[in-house]
Each structure stands twice: as C-alpha cells, then as structure tokens.
C-alpha cells in the first residue's frame, strides 16, 4: 500500500471546494503522532499550549523558546500532515525584521512546515516577506487571542456591518499578501460563508459554521481533558479526562492496597 503523500501549503490551498480541510492542534511528540495518524491534514502547535499544556489564563506569556521546544517535539511524530507553528505574542510585532528572523527559528530549527500569525490587513508587510523569505503563513482573523486585552475578552466578532466588512477586507489583503489558508475564529456562521467566498484561498473555521473550507479545535476540548469549560464551537468526542482521573484514582489504590505490582509485574 503507497503511504500517504506529506501534506503542503500548497496542497492545503488547492484543496479548496474540492476537500473540506481538517484540522487539530498538537503540542508534543506522543499527541502529534496520534493526530497524524487520524489522517488530519494539518496540525497546528498552538500558543494555545499556554493554557493547555502550560497552565497560564491567556496565550499571551508564551515564549519563543517555549514554542520552539514544543514545536520541534511535535515535529518529530509528524509524517503527513502539514505542521504550522503559531508565533506567540510580540515575536512579530515590533518589527517585520524580527518577525521574518523568528519565523525562520521556527522552519529551520524546529521543523516547522508554516507559521501562523494573527492579524488583518495590519500584517501585509509580514505576509509578503515571509512567503518571499519561502515561509509559508497560515493567517488568523476574528477573535484572535493575542489582541484579548484590547478585545476586552472572548467574544464573537463581525456582528455589526462595520466589523465584518473589515473583516472581509482582512481577508482580501491577506489572500493578496500570499497566505496559503486563513483561521477565522469565532464570528457569525453566515460571514464565515460570505469570507469563503470572497477569497480564493481556503477559510478555516474555529466556531466560523459549517460554510467555511475546514475546521480546527484544540484537541483538549475535543477529548474532554478539561472537565470545568468546553467552549462553545467545540464538540466533545470522548471523556478522556473522567477515564484519566479513574486510571489515575485506580493505580493509588491499588499500590496502597499492595495489589500492584502483582507477581506478573516482577523479575
């Protein structure tokens, strides 16, 4: 049986109206293995990996060196899928220069197949020197974390006819900039529809609706390992977490009790 061919920027944008785009986060080299062999066609180390993995309230304390140590983790179980890492707050934003010297880190020394950064129209320049620098972006709008404090929270963005038509203008700038595919989170489901159809590359949805090309969670939502919060947009495939935490509650027992290690435990 032929293995699967590897997942590029290019193929991930040709797959437009032809294949809807799946897509799931993976922050370490056990998860991004199991994700690659789902068939997921692009895994995104996520600066969500400050919240998940890290424990801190937003995405914004995450380091460049905690993402390039997570990264470079995640690539080494990857074969196929396409792996992005998202570039974490203030690695991009004080000068093109630094972003573009970032992002190579991100390539050349932890395996990075795409970058992904947040912001519209703002990051035009960006764009433009990264793919010209031969670094595939991956671009983020809507309700993009790394802005939360001037956002003033988690909400829903594009409601009011303003809002979503800068948002359709984020969208067309970044497609004429050079990005091979755009998140597009949390917005209103028909302006997830009217964004795919205003631009030519594929529109990946994180509670965007049903219209957009493809859609990405956060795999801990997913599979329920955080029992207290599952956002809205995500749907919840398994109970990880219980069966974790009854896994975790049986060995105590057993070690305390002295039924572990039985005599087929032993040398």
Do not use: W
């Amino acid at each position: 049986m032929k293995a699967p061919e590897k997942y590029t920027a290019n193929r991930i944008r040709a797959m437009k109206g032809r294949e809807q785009i799946v897509c799931l986060t993976a922050y370490d080299y056990a998860t991004a293995q199991l994700v690659d062999a789902a068939g997921i066609h692009l895994i995104l180390v996520g600066d969500s990996l400050a919240m998940t993995v890290l424990g801190y309230d937003t995405t914004l304390p995450v380091t460049v060196e905690q993402m390039l140590h997570h990264t470079a983790a995640a690539a080494r179980g990857v074969e196929h899928a396409l792996l992005v890492a998202d570039m974490p707050f203030m690695s991009y934003h004080a000068s093109t220069e630094e972003g573009v010297r970032n992002a190579g880190r991100f390539v050349k020394s932890a395996g990075a197949d795409a970058v992904k950064i947040e912001g519209g129209a703002s990051r035009r320049a960006l764009v433009e020197q990264l793919v010209d620098a031969g670094i595939p972006v991956l671009g983020h709008i809507g309700l993009t974390p790394q802005s939360i404090r001037t956002m003033g929270g988690y909400k829903v963005q594009g409601k009011t006819d303003p809002a979503a038509e800068q948002l359709l203008e984020d969208a067309r700038v970044l497609n004429a900039a050079g990005v091979f595919a755009i998140v597009l989170e949390c917005v209103p489901a028909a302006l997830g529809g009217a964004l795919r159809e205003a631009v030519d590359v594929p529109i990946i949805g994180i509670g965007a609706g049903p219209q957009c090309d493809g859609q990405i969670l956060v795999f801990h939502d997913i599979l329920g390992l955080f029992s207290a919060f599952t956002p809205k947009f995500a749907k919840r495939y398994a109970e990880l977490g219980d069966a974790m935490k009854q896994a975790f509650e049986t060995y105590r027992k057993e070690v305390q009790d002295g039924h572990f290690p039985a005599e087929e435990h032993c040398f």
